[in-house]
Nanobody
Framework: QVRLVESGGGLVQPGGSLNLSCVAS???????????MGWYRQAPGNQRELVAV???????SVAHSVKGRFTISRDNAKKTVYLQMMSLEPKDTAVYYC???????????????WGQGTLVTVSS
């Protein structure tokens, strides 16, 4: 079964930058390029919220709260999705989760897959 492993989280100062990576591994029925990929985050006491998504065709969409500051990208050859975060604010503090979307009509990949998460803390 496919596994998603995030890396790159840590402590940064307000106004700083941080880059997250998510690598997919394990047996995957479809090639990586088929999947929609994304990043979610969850702060203490809050619901998990969508941060950014990137489609199988490369189109991207980001949440209003991070628009202009965060950029999502992917490298299909490396089976990796990235999140570049700039101008970080304390409100960005959360556990960030990698997400792989389901493939509608697929025999094996008809449900979403989540990573374990990586903690991002923005503080002076």
């Amino acid at each position: 079964q496919v596994r998603l492993v995030e890396s790159g989280g840590g402590l940064v100062q307000p106004g700083g930058s941080l880059n997250l990576s998510c690598v997919a591994s394990g047996n995957i029925f479809n090639v990586f390029s088929v999947y929609d990929m994304g990043w979610y985050r969850q702060a203490p006491g809050n619901q998990r919220e969508l941060v950014a998504v990137i489609g199988s065709g490369g189109s991207t969409s980001v949440a209003h709260s991070v628009k202009g500051r965060f950029t999502i990208s992917r490298d299909n050859a490396k089976k990796t999705v990235y999140l570049q975060m700039m101008s970080l604010e304390p409100k960005d503090t959360a556990v960030y989760y990698c997400w792989r979307g389901p493939v509608v009509g697929s025999r094996y990949d008809n449900s979403a897959v989540w990573g374990q998460g990586t903690l991002v803390t923005v503080s002076s």
